[in-house]
């Protein structure tokens, strides 16, 4: 069997188009692949981000309502202390109303001062039960008098905190 040379650049060119052919096919399976590879690493690292930005989310999320928690919590203390400030200073406005101030324990020495001479009148007219009442009533006053003055540096003490 005689191959001529038609037959054999037939049988060349034969070869150069299947070799044309697988290289084109195979460059071409191989730029699917590479993209299909790309697209698969595109759609995880995707999905990842969509992931942790949904993680992000939650922990964003749960750090606002921590935070709103605390600011309830800071604005309820805030209004404890606000009721029990206006408490206190209800008592002690009731506190300074009711106590002695300086014009009333100068009347209490005054009203003391004239007991103890109430008292020398009586003894002098020889009522001696007039005379022990009304000095009785001068040591009282007098008594508290000095209560006056021993409590008063206690009291501006707790009233100027």
């Known amino acids: 069997m005689n191959i001529t040379t038609i037959q054999i650049l037939a049988l060349i060119g034969c070869v150069a188009a299947a070799a044309l052919v697988f290289g084109i096919g195979f460059y071409e ?18 999905q990842a981000h969509r992931h942790e930005l949904h993680r992000l989310h939650e922990q964003r999320d ?9 600011r309830l919590d800071a604005a309820q203390a805030i209004e404890q ?36 001479l109430a008292a020398n009148t009586f003894a002098g007219l020889r009522s001696n039960d007039q005379a022990e009442t009304c000095r009785r009533l001068s040591n009282t ?3 508290m008098f000095d209560r006056y003055w021993q409590t008063l540096p206690v009291l501006e003490v707790e009233v100027m905190p």
Not at 29 to 46: I, M, N, S, V
Not at 62 to 70: F, G, M, R, V, Y
Not at 87 to 115: F, G, P, V, W
């Open 29 to 46: 399976g191989l730029r699917a692949g590479k993209r299909e590879a790309f697209d698969t690493g595109y759609q995880r690292g995707l």
């Open 81 to 116: 202390l606000t009721s029990e400030l206006d408490t206190c200073k209800a008592q002690i406005a009731t506190l300074q109303n009711r106590a002695l101030t300086e014009a009333d324990a100068d009347h209490l020495i005054a009203m003391a001062d004239k007991l103890s």
């Open 62 to 70: 749960k750090a606002q309502h921590e935070h709103t928690i605390t």
């Open 141 to 143: 006053a007098r008594a």
